[in-house]
């Protein structure tokens, strides 16, 4: 079956330093692999997304690669900012499972000023 | 973009009442749907997929006579909670997909319920 599986948190990072968050998936056939964000008190907004291998997603100065070699899809941002603050989802959908999306766990990020 | 909107945004109802979520497509139209359930610091848990026209179809684990889903439009799907307890109170997000988009997926800003 399909599953994502996202780096646990929280994360505490102080502003402009460098971000990695894991994500590894599982999935059936080929998926496309997403990144969403949710400020506190908001709803989930799309990130980033990549429909197939190699592609490289970037938005915000976020970016992650769709590796099938290693079903990872990890999150990076070279600087961050206090407004990076928020939940971060790793997230797959497959055509064929008619656009259900799978999550991850979400990973909680805090940058400190 | 496509926008998704839920209403209402925040509801606080008693316990043993029941508690309709609409969540509408606002400039397309969707024949599915998804209710999702997020558990605070938690990930999103799909519920059930709504279908136009069709029964939902619900995931293992959720009670279908408690978490009524109507699809009465292309427009416009509901959830209703009905005998709400202090347990049901969560964050229930709906999303929609474009039709002919493989992967293009839009959220609603979410609806929280609190059962007192």
């Known amino acids: 079956g399909n599953s994502v599986t996202q780096m646990e948190g929280p994360v505490t990072l102080s502003e402009e330093a460098f971000l990695t968050i894991n994500c590894t998936y599982t999935?059936?056939?080929?998926?496309?692999l997403f990144w969403y964000v949710q400020y506190p008190g908001e709803g989930l907004q799309l990130l980033l997304k990549?429909?197939?291998?190699?592609d490289k997603g970037s938005n915000k100065g976020f970016e992650a690669t769709y590796r099938k070699e290693t079903t990872s899809f990890h999150l990076e941002k070279g600087s961050v900012q206090v407004s990076d603050s928020a939940v971060y989802f790793c997230?797959?959908?497959?055509?064929?499972?008619?656009?259900?999306?799978?999550f991850g766990t979400g990973t909680s990020l805090t940058v400190i000023p | 973009g496509a926008v998704v909107s839920q209403h209402p945004s925040r509801v606080i109802c008693k316990s043993g009442t029941s508690v309709k979520i609409e969540c509408r497509s606002l400039?397309?139209?969707?024949?599915?749907m998804f209710w999702y359930r997020q558990f605070p610091k938690q990930s999103l848990m799909l519920m059930a997929t709504?279908?136009?026209?069709?029964?939902?179809?619900?995931e293992q684990g959720v009670e279908k006579d408690k978490f009524l889903i109507n699809h009465a439009s292309l427009t416009l799907s509901t959830l209703t909670v009905t005998s709400a307890h202090p347990e049901d109170s969560s964050f229930y997000i709906c999303?929609?997909?474009?039709?002919?988009?493989?992967?293009?997926?839009?959220f609603g800003p979410g609806t929280r319920l609190t059962v007192l």
């Open positions: 999303s929609a997909p474009l039709a002919g988009a493989t992967d293009t997926q839009y």
């Open positions: 999935a059936t056939g080929y998926p496309s």
């Open positions: 990549a429909t197939k291998a190699d």
């Open positions: 997230a797959l959908s497959e055509g064929n499972t008619g656009n259900q999306f799978y």
């Open positions: 400039d397309f139209q969707a024949t599915t």
């Open positions: 709504s279908n136009e026209g069709s029964k939902a179809t619900y």
